[in-house]
């Protein structure tokens, strides 16, 4: 018999989580007495930067992470982050402290009262084990639900003095295949697919999280269909320079319905269609057209507005699909209209982006969290190979930096580009500098155009001329870069992007490119 700490170390290299994402507090002190060389401690200077680091880290190894933080107030300040982290399906171990077994009754300080309740429903389990002992199972268990389908985070608090009590061994858990789908429901989706006059598929995160990239692009040769993205999708699931891809749909309803018009079968993989921004009014999809959706996500297909819903792995779906006769020949949709030309001499978000799109090294990656930018990114800087964009799925700000950092650290051989607007950047502008103390290829470029600019766009909409609190003007981006470690270049015409963009394309360590945006 060895103690709960030893135990949990050697479970943790079964489970492949030798690196842990934290911002260490004195309750979380023990777990680390002497931490292994094996294992790898990355620091964030903040919990809300610890979890999008995680997140981004998971996302890029196909692995759960495993994040370490302080007590009720750390995990209070990652829960914005761990909101995304539940609605991105990435799979987390959130391990948090609490304060000794002995002192529980007295509400000591730093104690959590109802710790497993507070990050609730954002975690798939939770749990405060009964005993020390229980802990490396509670950890096991913990890991093994986040990366059960749908993924998402799970959350374990321990307290202080669990670490040196005696243990036994805890083996780490195997998990079988994915879900494959109903057969007989799958073949009837792919009958209806091959019985179709005009097929349209809808393609969300999911098919991106299962591996469907190529398989995606077959089934849509095959039958000739109108590809589009599903609404605020956080991943690209098909190369959005093929003939066949038709656009994103907006997270509108009668948009949607605008959109799919014509289109007698509609098969939908990996995310919601129906994820709506605002109120709308009339059907949810066209009308005389036949809805197929396919997601690993129970809950999603439980509400989905379709005449057929399929729980499972997309990546075996879109086999089963591929595994029905090809149709009769078909006309192909009509391909979508050219992107409006740009004004050379406006540095405008679209001009950047463009500038972008030429510039990007093979291979890169490109994170965005700018709310403003992503219309003028769909018509100018297209996604064009797998596993090669990444944004935040719940709608909340400061994932971005945080998240392009673990991404980075999860595949160091790749350029990671995050494209961030001012406001996002400050949610987590502490980031740069886990990003400068692990030397990490991150190309950082800040859209600053001087107010929470997505905000007063939205405002228009409800006829509001004027929206308090969204000037920011004055902040120094190049800065905050050189405070942390970061080298930095401010851009402000056009003639000077294209110099300052390479160089930070080229370097190996991180870089800041502050574009002041018209």
Not at 183 to 188: D, F, K, V, Y
Not at 194 to 212: E, F, M, S
Request: aromatic share 8%; charged share 15%.
């Amino acid at each position: 018999m060895t103690d709960v700490r030893t135990v949990t170390q050697a479970l943790l290299r079964q489970l492949g989580m030798t690196t842990v994402f934290g911002n260490p507090g004195s309750t979380e002190l023990p777990m680390f007495r002497d931490f292994p060389e094996d294992f790898h401690y990355v620091l964030g200077l903040q919990e809300s930067v610890v979890l999008a680091m995680a997140d981004g880290y998971a996302q890029g190894t196909g692995r759960a992470a495993l994040v370490n933080l302080h007590a009720t107030a750390g995990t209070g300040h990652a829960l914005g982050n761990l909101f995304t982290a539940f609605r991105n399906q990435t799979p987390l171990v959130v391990t948090a402290g609490q304060q000794a077994r002995s002192i529980l009754p007295f509400e000591p300080f730093l104690f959590a009262e109802r710790a497993t309740e507070f990050p609730r429903p954002f975690v798939k389990w939770a749990v405060e084990p009964a005993r020390a002992q229980d802990v490396p199972g509670a950890i096991a268990r913990a890991w093994a639900v986040a990366m059960q389908p749908p993924c998402g985070p799970t959350f374990v608090s321990i307290p202080i003095d669990d670490w040196e009590q005696p243990c036994d061994p805890v083996h780490a858990p195997r998990l079988g295949a994915a879900n494959p789908g109903d057969p007989a429901l799958l073949r009837e989706a792919a009958a209806l697919l091959a019985g179709a006059a005009r097929p349209a598929l809808v393609l969300g995160a999911g098919v991106a999280r299962d591996g469907g990239w190529h398989a995606a692009i077959a089934l849509a040769e095959r039958h000739q269909a109108a590809v589009f993205v599903a609404p605020f999708s956080a991943r690209a699931s098909f190369p959005e320079q093929h003939p066949l891809f038709a656009g994103f749909l907006d997270p509108r309803r009668e948009a949607i319905v605008a959109a799919l018009a014509g289109h007698d079968v509609i098969i939908a993989l990996g995310g919601p269609v129906s994820l709506y921004h605002v109120e709308g009014s009339g059907p949810h999809l066209p009308p005389g057209s036949t809805t197929v959706f396919i997601a690993d996500n129970p809950a999603h297909v439980s509400w989905a507005p379709c005449d057929l819903g399929i729980v499972a792995h997309a990546g075996h779906a879109l086999a089963r699909l591929l595994d029905a006769p090809a149709p009769a020949g078909r006309v192909p949709p009509q391909q979508r209209a050219a992107p409006p030309v740009l004004n050379p001499g406006l540095l405008d978000d679209r001009w950047l982006l463009d500038r972008v799109a030429a510039l990007r090294p093979d291979g890169a990656i490109i994170v965005e969290e700018s709310p403003t930018a992503r219309g003028p990114m769909h018509d100018h800087l297209p996604i064009t190979a797998p596993d090669s964009f990444y944004t935040c799925a719940s709608g909340g700000l400061g994932h971005g930096l945080p998240a392009a950092v673990g991404l980075a650290l999860a595949q160091p051989q790749r350029k990671v580009i995050a494209l961030l607007g001012d406001g996002s950047a400050m949610y987590a502008i502490q980031g740069l500098w886990s990003a400068a103390k692990m030397g990490l290829p991150v190309s950082f470029v800040i859209l600053n155009n001087g107010r929470y600019e997505a905000l007063q766009g939205f405002g228009r909409l409800f006829g509001m001329q004027t929206v308090a609190g969204t000037d920011l003007s004055g902040l120094d981006f190049c800065g905050f870069a050189r405070a942390q470690g970061l080298e930095s270049r401010r851009v402000d015409t056009t003639d000077a992007l294209d110099a300052a963009l390479a160089w930070s394309f080229a370097a190996a360590a991180p870089t800041l490119v502050e574009v002041m945006i018209a």
